[in-house]
C-alpha cells in the first residue's frame, strides 16, 4: 500500500510512502504521520491512496498519530485547491489550515551510545577539552535536543565537535517528533476519600498531630487540603510555603492524590457581551433575510452581496441567519478583516449565542488557537468569529459563511504561502459544503459588485439607516486656500468643530492613515534624509521610543543629534504621523481625553480591546487611528469624524488607488451618527475635485463605480481581468535582471501557444526596488481567463531551466495581488 504525503516544506508535490503492514488499518485520507525525509522526520498529512508505480526505492511511513482525520474530506479538498490555484506548496498549504504545531519537524536528540558511556566513565579528571565537556554532561544516560545543547555549550566549533564526537562512535543523533501543541492540564491535590470521610482507625486529626511532630510541612498540606478540599498543585505549594518533594511523599504514603484536568484557553471570556440595540427591522432587511434564509432551508450553496449603507442593520440580518442555522443543526463562520473589529463582532455574537462561539486571531496564544480549532472540530462550538484564517475552522456541518467588509484588502494574504485570499477562499469552501455565503459591504469591492451585476451573486440593497436615521453630512476642505490652524494638521473648519463636540461631551473619531511622529528625518543644512540600510525608502521617526523604523523590516535607529553627511545638528522631522497629531490635539485641547490606535500602540495582547472598551464607556473622548478605526465601529455617542488628510491613499501608484480612497472615505464618515444625534464628516483634502473623493461625499457607490469601470475595461484591469505578480529577487541586481528576463522569455513563447487574452507588463524593478536586503524584480501579467493562465505557469516552473534559474534568485507567484508593487 502506497499513499500521498503532503510535507511541509517548499516542494511544490506530493511525496509517495509505503504503509507498512501494521499500519494499514489506521491510515486514512487527512491523518497526521511521521515520516522520514532525508535525515528528518517530519510530520505529514496523509491526502490519497497512491496507484502509481514509482521506480525509485520508497520509505515507510513510521507511525500514524491520530485516530481520526484532522481535516475533513472537504477541507482536503479545499487545501488541494489553494494549492493549484495559488501555486502554493501543498505542505505549505496545509501547514497554514492547521493549528502551529500540528505538522513539526524533527530536531535531532543526542545520547551517549554504548562505547560513549564506557569513554566517559574512563575518563581522568583533568582539564577538560569541549568534548570531554558535552560527554560529560550527557552521562550516563541523557537524551538532549541538539539546539538546547548548543545553548548550554556556546562555544565556536560545536558542530565541528559534535560531528567529531558522532564519528568516533561516542553519541548518536536520534531524529525525534516534538509535539509542540497539546491539551493544557492543570494539577490537583486531594486527600483521598477515606481520609474525606473520615473512616479508618486513625482519625484525621491523630494523623495531623502525627505529622506535626515528624513532618510538619506534609501536616500543613493535611490540614489545607483537609480546610479547601481540591487545590491547584501551585497554589497548595505556595500556601504551604513548601515544595513539590513534601508532596511526593504524601502520595507514595497515599495521603494525597494528585489528579490532571484539562483546562479550556477560551479567549472568549475576556470579551464582553455587546447586545444590539433592538429594533424592528425595516422592509429592505426583511426582504434581504428571506432570500438568505430561504436559502439556508433549501441546503442551497448561494452567494450574496449585501450591498447596505453604513448603519443599515447588516449585523442584525447576519445574527438573523446564524439563529436559523443553529435551529437546522448547522454552523456558522463569520469573517473580519481586522482584529480591531474582534470586540465588537464577538460581543455581538457572543450576547446572541452565550458560550458556544469561538474567537480566532493571531494575537491569541498557540494554545488559545488549539483548543478553538479543537472545540470547533468537535462540534463544541456554534459559531467562529475571526480574521483571515479563521477560514480554516474545522467547524462540522458548515451552513453559513459571512465575509463582513468583504471589500478589505486584509482578507489577502501577502506572504507567507500560500498567499490566498479569504474571501475566494471562503467562496470555495461554501460550495464544497453545500453553504450559503454573505458577502458583506457597505463599499463591495469591484469584483464582487460586478459578479452581482452579471448574476454570479444575488445582490441583496439595503438603502437606508436603521430606523431611518440620516447619514452623516459630509463636508470637503480643500487645504490649499482653507487656513490651518498654527502648527498643526488641523484646518480652521475641523478645529472648530472639535471643539464644539468637546464642549457637548460628545466623542469624535480622528483618521490619519500614517503611524509614527514623522515619515522622514531631514538634515537642514545638506539635505540629508536618513533611509533603511535594508530596504529602498526612508525611515519613520517615533517620538515616544525616540527612534528611527523601518515599517517593512524593523530596522532600528536611535534618534539622530547629529548629521550623519555633515554632521550638521539642525535635524528637522517633516510630515506627519499619529503619534505627532495626537500630541498635537492633546496640546490645542488639554480637556480631551484622546487614545491612539495604530499598529504600534496595539501591539501587545488584548490592546485592541482595552482601547475601545476605554473609548466605548465614554473614559475617552476622541480616538485618533488609522484605517482600523474606518471600518466597522459601532458608537452611538459619536458625532464628529475628522479625516487629516485624504490624499494619503489618492496619491499612491496603484491602479486602486480611488477606489481605495472611496472605500476609505466612506466606511470613516459611516462610525458617526449611529446614535440618536447626527453626524458630521470633515475631510481635508488637496485634490477636493477627485470623483472618489466627491463620489464619497455623497457616498454614492454606484456612479463612482461607473465612471471607474469604463477606465478600468480600456486598460484591462480587474474586474475585466486578473492579475499576477511574479516577482524576483536576490542580493545580485544584474543576476536579478538577468534571471528576470529569461523567466518573461520562456513565459512569452509558452503564450504564444496559449489562445487567451493576455497582456505582460515588465520585467521591471519594483517600486521598493529594494526590500529586507534583497533587490526586486517584477513582472504583471493581465489574463481574462486565470485557470489556463495558471496552468501555464505551474507548468514553466517545473521547466529544467526555471528550476536552475530558481536555484540563484527567488520566484515567487502572487495570484490576485491587492499590491502591485
Excluded at 460581543?347 to 480549532?373: C, I, M, N, P, Q
Excluded at 451552513?399 to 489577502?412: A, T
Excluded at 505582460?760 to 536586503?773: D, Q
Aim: hydrophobic share 40%; aromatic share 8%.
Amino acid at each position: 500500500m502506497r499513499v500521498k504525503v503532503a510535507v511541509p516544506v517548499p516542494a511544490r508535490k506530493l511525496f509517495t510512502y509505503l504503509v507498512p503492514a501494521q499500519l494499514r488499518e489506521e491510515i486514512e485520507p487527512g491523518k497526521r504521520v511521521e515520516v522520514p525525509f532525508g535525515s528528518r522526520i517530519l510530520t505529514g498529512l496523509v491526502l490519497e491512496p497512491s496507484s502509481k508505480k514509482v521506480e525509485r526505492r520508497l520509505k515507510y511511513v513510521r507511525r500514524c498519530l491520530d485516530y481520526k482525520p484532522v481535516l475533513s474530506p472537504s477541507l482536503l479538498k479545499l487545501g488541494q485547491w489553494i494549492s493549484r490555484y495559488y501555486l502554493s506548496p501543498p505542505g505549505e498549504t496545509f501547514k497554514a489550515m492547521l493549528p502551529s504545531g500540528l505538522l513539526a519537524a524533527s530536531e535531532n536528540r543526542v545520547a551517549l551510545t554504548a562505547q560513549g558511556i564506557l569513554a566517559t566513565k574512563d575518563l581522568e579528571k583533568r582539564e577538560k577539552d569541549s568534548g570531554e565537556e558535552i560527554l560529560r554532561f550527557l552521562y550516563p544516560s541523557r537524551q538532549v535536543r541538539v539546539s538546547s545543547l548548543k545553548k548550554r555549550f556556546d562555544f565556536p566549533a560545536f558542530n565541528s565537535v559534535l560531528a567529531e564526537l558522532e564519528s568516533q562512535g561516542l553519541v548518536n543523533l536520534l531524529p525525534s517528533v516534538s509535539t509542540l501543541m497539546g491539551a493544557k492540564l492543570e494539577r490537583t491535590v486531594c486527600l483521598p476519600g477515606f481520609l474525606q470521610l473520615g473512616r479508618g482507625d486513625l482519625t484525621f486529626k491523630a494523623l495531623v498531630e502525627v505529622f506535626e511532630e515528624r513532618a510538619p510541612a506534609q501536616a500543613r498540606c493535611l490540614k489545607l487540603l483537609h480546610q479547601r478540599g481540591k487545590l491547584k498543585l501551585g497554589e497548595l505549594l505556595k500556601l504551604a510555603a513548601t515544595d513539590r518533594e513534601t508532596i511526593n511523599r504524601l502520595v507514595r504514603q497515599r495521603l494525597v492524590e494528585i489528579e490532571s484536568t484539562e483546562v479550556i484557553r477560551d479567549p472568549l471570556e475576556s470579551y464582553e457581551a455587546y447586545p444590539l440595540n433592538a429594533s424592528e427591522l425595516n422592509s429592505e432587511q426583511k426582504s434581504a433575510l428571506a432570500e438568505v434564509k430561504s436559502a439556508l432551508r433549501q441546503g442551497q450553496s448561494r452567494t450574496f452581496l449585501l450591498f447596505g449603507v453604513t448603519g443599515s442593520g447588516k449585523t442584525q440580518i447576519y445574527i438573523d441567519a446564524v439563529k436559523l442555522c443553529l435551529k437546522l443543526g448547522k454552523s456558522s463562520l463569520i469573517l473580519i478583516p481586522e482584529i480591531s473589529l474582534t470586540p465588537q463582532t464577538v460581543g455581538r455574537f457572543k450576547a446572541g449565542f452565550g458560550e458556544r462561539v469561538g474567537v480566532w486571531h493571531s494575537r491569541l496564544s498557540s494554545g488559545e488557537r488549539y483548543d478553538t480549532w479543537r472545540r470547533a472540530r468537535q462540534g463544541e462550538l456554534d459559531v467562529v468569529v475571526g480574521v483571515r484564517s479563521a477560514i480554516f475552522s474545522p467547524l462540522p456541518n458548515l451552513g453559513l459563511v459571512v465575509i463582513d467588509e468583504e471589500h478589505d484588502s486584509s482578507y489577502k494574504q501577502e506572504s507567507p504561502n500560500p498567499k490566498y485570499n479569504a474571501r475566494e477562499v471562503a467562496l470555495m469552501r461554501a460550495k464544497l459544503e453545500k453553504a450559503v455565503t454573505i458577502l458583506g459591504s457597505a463599499t463591495p469591492s469591484f469584483e464582487s459588485y460586478q459578479n452581482a451585476l452579471a448574476g454570479k451573486y444575488a445582490l441583496l440593497r439595503l438603502s437606508f439607516r436603521v430606523e431611518a436615521r440620516p447619514l452623516p453630512k459630509v463636508e470637503i476642505v480643500d487645504m490649499i486656500t482653507s487656513p490651518r490652524e498654527p502648527g498643526t494638521l488641523l484646518g480652521r473648519e475641523l478645529f472648530a468643530k472639535i471643539k464644539r463636540a468637546l464642549s457637548t461631551s460628545r466623542q469624535i473619531i480622528l483618521l490619519h492613515n500614517r503611524r509614527g511622529f514623522s515619515p522622514t528625518a531631514k538634515c537642514q543644512d545638506c539635505g540629508f534624509v536618513w533611509r533603511c540600510p535594508n530596504c529602498d525608502i526612508s525611515l519613520t521617526y517615533h517620538r515616544q521610543d525616540l527612534k528611527l523604523l523601518c515599517h517593512y523590516c524593523d530596522f532600528r535607529l536611535p534618534a539622530p543629534q547629529v548629521c550623519d553627511n555633515c554632521e550638521g545638528t539642525k535635524i528637522f522631522y517633516r510630515g506627519y504621523g499619529t503619534q505627532r497629531i495626537e500630541g498635537e490635539v492633546k496640546r490645542c485641547f488639554p480637556e480631551s481625553k484622546l487614545v491612539r490606535m495604530d499598529f504600534d500602540a496595539t501591539r501587545r495582547k488584548g490592546a485592541h480591546q482595552s482601547i475601545l472598551e476605554e473609548f466605548r464607556s465614554g473614559r475617552a473622548n476622541l480616538l485618533l487611528g488609522t484605517q482600523m478605526v474606518s471600518k466597522g465601529l459601532d458608537f452611538p455617542e459619536v458625532v464628529l469624524v475628522g479625516v487629516l488628510s485624504a490624499d494619503l491613499s489618492l496619491d499612491f501608484p496603484d491602479f486602486r488607488a480611488g477606489e481605495r480612497t472611496f472605500q476609505l472615505l466612506t466606511q470613516v464618515s459611516g462610525r458617526c451618527g449611529r446614535g440618536q444625534l447626527p453626524g458630521e464628516v470633515v475631510v481635508q483634502t488637496y485634490h477636493p475635485d477627485n470623483a472618489a473623493v466627491k463620489a464619497a461625499v455623497s457616498q454614492d457607490f454606484e456612479s463612482f463605480f461607473s465612471q471607474e469601470v469604463a477606465t478600468r475595461r480600456k486598460l484591462f484591469y480587474p474586474p475585466f481581468s486578473h492579475l499576477i505578480l511574479v516577482r524576483f529577487s536576490g542580493k545580485k541586481e544584474s543576476e536579478l535582471k538577468k534571471g528576470a528576463e529569461v523567466f518573461h522569455r520562456q513565459l512569452s513563447q509558452e503564450l504564444s501557444l496559449l489562445a487567451e487574452r493576455v497582456r505582460i507588463l515588465g520585467p521591471v524593478s519594483s517600486l521598493i526596488p529594494r526590500l529586507r536586503g534583497e533587490y526586486r524584480y517584477q513582472i504583471l501579467i493581465k489574463v481574462k481567463r486565470i485557470l489556463p493562465m495558471i496552468e501555464v505557469l505551474d507548468q514553466l516552473l517545473e521547466s529544467e531551466s526555471i528550476r536552475k534559474l530558481r536555484r540563484r534568485v527567488k520566484v515567487s507567484i502572487d495570484v490576485d495581488p491587492q499590491e502591485v508593487f
